[in-house]
């Protein structure tokens, strides 16, 4: 039997996303001349297919399953993700200098959304194979064995956060690789090192692009003086609403700050117009809900006896609370502001169909517990 309670706390989630989707996108669609329904629709159908995928893949069996599924999803995001940069601008579009959406016509995958699932599941598969086998290990031997993984971190690191130039990605995937090379018995040393080089390998990213050095400044200003923060556009507004929505919101509709305010306000700042039309009380319901389906995977992984999904349920529970947590710290102001979707909820088609993937295979994996 799957974990049904996983299941239904990530439809509650999706049909938040849904319904704020709605709520949210007003401004764009006046500004745009859109249909009215015309994020709605798009959102619910990425919800549809999500829901879909969650029930088709928690009826297939893992042990035959997860291998061909991981491998067609690294293999096949990673070929198009070394493929973008040299695609014309009329099938990639282009955003000041960043191509990470691909034209379909009528809609636009993220391949980095979806490469990042097959990354934990190779990342997961691959380690089992060569790191479980070997037993206690000296450092150079460790090395040996860890360092064509650091080579697929670093290629991802180039794809994503300097042809992409979507470092908090990267930023996820870096943590959560370091963590499962822990959980699959690193030393303390090589741990020392690879934080060494992650540390040094993102400060060079962030002094070599301007556009970063400019977030980090802007947030530097925005942690100073209440004054200064009028320099900073985006945070001063995100946390106005917030401050506006008080405990119990606006209402539903009647959010000021998402018209024209707040850019991207259903997408990478939805948690400040949740906040502002349903209060902070969502927000706390919201980081609830977001943390117990993190519970309920990690839950399913202490007690699951094959490696291998051990270690992707796990990676999949990372990537869920890094992806909130860096993306809610930056409407806040806490850490400087990236570009990384809230799980399940923020608008976007490629977002809700790979989070609803991962946990599907999640639910899959779940059938061989044996609840009591």
């Avoid at 305010?261 to 977001?290: K, P, Q, R």
């Avoid at 809610?328 to 088609?349: E, L």
Wanted: charged share 10%.
């Amino acid at each position: 039997m799957i974990d049904k309670p996983l299941f239904t706390a990530t439809v509650i989630l999706l049909t938040l996303g849904l319904v704020m989707s709605y709520s949210l996108s007003s401004y764009a669609v006046v500004k745009f001349n859109y249909n009215d329904f015309h994020f709605f629709i798009r959102q619910f159908v990425a919800v549809v297919i999500g829901i879909s995928l969650m029930v088709w893949l928690s009826r297939l069996d893992p042990d035959q399953w997860f291998k061909p599924i991981g491998f067609f999803l690294f293999t096949t995001f990673l070929f198009i993700l070394l493929m973008m940069p040299l695609l014309p601008e009329s099938l990639v579009h282009n955003v000041g200098g960043a191509k990470r959406w691909i034209n379909l016509g009528i809609t636009s995958i993220t391949p980095v959304e979806f490469y990042k699932v097959g990354f934990v599941m190779f990342i997961s598969w691959s380690l089992v194979r060569t790191r479980f086998a070997q037993g206690r290990m000296l450092l150079k031997a460790e090395i040996k064995i860890f360092i064509p993984y650091v080579i697929v971190l670093f290629i991802s690191t180039i794809l994503i956060a300097v042809f992409q130039k979507d470092l908090g990605q990267t930023v996820v995937l870096s943590i959560t690789l370091i963590i499962l090379f822990i959980l699959v018995g690193s030393s303390l040393k090589f741990f020392s090192i690879l934080v060494t080089i992650a540390f040094s390998g993102l400060i060079i990213l962030i002094i070599s692009a301007p556009h970063r050095m400019k977030r980090i400044q802007d947030w530097f200003i925005s942690i100073d003086t209440p004054a200064n923060r009028l320099e900073t556009y985006q945070i001063s507004n995100s946390l106005d609403a917030i401050h506006h929505g008080g405990f119990w919101g606006e209402g539903l509709g009647n959010g000021q700050y998402k018209l024209g305010f707040l850019s991207e306000v259903n997408t990478d700042f939805v948690l400040a117009g949740i906040a502002e039309e349903l209060g902070l009380f969502s927000l706390i319901a919201i980081t609830l809900l977001m943390f117990y389906i993190i519970y309920r995977i990690f839950k399913i992984s202490a007690k699951i006896d094959n490696p291998t999904y051990y270690l992707f349920c796990v990676g999949t529970a990372l990537l869920i609370t890094f992806s909130f947590l860096i993306n809610s710290f930056g409407i806040a102001g806490i850490t400087p502001i990236k570009g990384i979707a809230v799980p399940f909820i923020s608008y976007g088609g490629s977002q809700v169909i790979a989070s609803s993937l991962s946990i599907g295979i999640v639910l899959m994996i779940s059938k061989k517990i044996n609840y009591k």
